[in-house]
């Protein structure tokens, strides 16, 4: 089936760039988000690519995705402390019900 | 608008006994879906629910059943609780046709089981 991949854990300082990568193995993804889990609460969608995007630019959030070597790339600008939070990456495919793969999730520390 | 709700939003059983976990939203939203959370695995779908009236397993659902109510409300039920379905347990919803599509997620239940 498909699969999802991410590292666990990221620890940056305080503004400095963060880049949390994803690796996914379903070519007939259609679209591409990245979900913030802050503590003790649910997923929230922070942004999206579509699939025939190589790039999408939102505030100090650049998504990147590289359809070839099947990899998203999620980069954060000026890291802060509120930026400390659980960080999946998904894939919706275009097949059957539309199945969303969610990634393992990566653990952002932001340190002062 | 509430968007996606849950009760409780925390549980603890013994061994055996059995319990259901309430879901619901108010965005007309077609699908629904149960996911667990452990620690290192992300997500993992337990049932969805197409549209109001069907209802499909997911990757792990041994345990579990669901009953899609109405269009709003999705439940999940575990009939013989074991400690194995200690976990956090997500319920979501999306549209399902047109736009982004993303899912919509209640705040999660986090159940313990002894």
């Known amino acids: 089936g498909e699969d999802v991949e991410q590292s666990l854990f990221l620890s940056v300082r305080e503004g400095d760039s963060s880049v949390i990568n994803c690796t996914y193995t379903?070519?007939?993804?259609?679209?591409l988000y990245w979900y913030k889990q802050e503590p003790g609460a649910g997923l929230q969608l922070l942004t999206y690519?579509?699939?025939?995007?190589d790039m999408k630019q939102d505030q100090r959030l650049t998504v990147l995705l590289n359809k070839k070597d099947k990899h998203l790339s999620l980069r954060i600008a000026d890291t802060q402390t509120g930026d400390s939070a659980i960080y999946f990456c998904?894939?919706?495919?275009?097949?059957?019900?539309?199945?969303?793969?969610f990634g393992t999730g990566t653990k952002l520390q932001v340190i002062p | 608008n509430a968007g996606v709700t849950q009760t409780p939003k925390f549980q603890v059983l013994k061994t055996g006994q059995s319990m259901t976990l309430q879901c619901a939203q108010d965005?007309?939203?077609?699908?629904m879906y149960w996911y667990r959370q452990d620690p290192g695995m992300g997500l993992r779908l337990i049932y969805y629910?197409?549209?109001?009236?069907?209802?499909d397993k997911g990757e792990v659902p041994n345990g579990y059943n669901v009953s899609r109510l109405n269009k709003r409300e999705f439940s999940l039920r575990l009939e013989s609780a074991a400690p194995s379905q200690t976990s956090v347990y997500f319920c979501?919803?999306?549209?399902?046709?047109?736009?982004?599509?993303?899912?919509?997620f209640g705040p999660g239940t986090r159940l313990t089981v002894l």
């Open positions: 979501a919803s999306r549209a399902a046709s047109g736009g982004v599509n993303e899912q919509f």
């Open positions: 379903d070519s007939s993804s259609t679209y």
């Open positions: 690519i579509f699939s025939n995007m």
């Open positions: 998904a894939d919706l495919n275009s097949g059957g019900y539309q199945k969303v793969t």
């Open positions: 965005m007309n939203h077609n699908s």
């Open positions: 629910s197409a549209s109001e009236g069907t209802t």
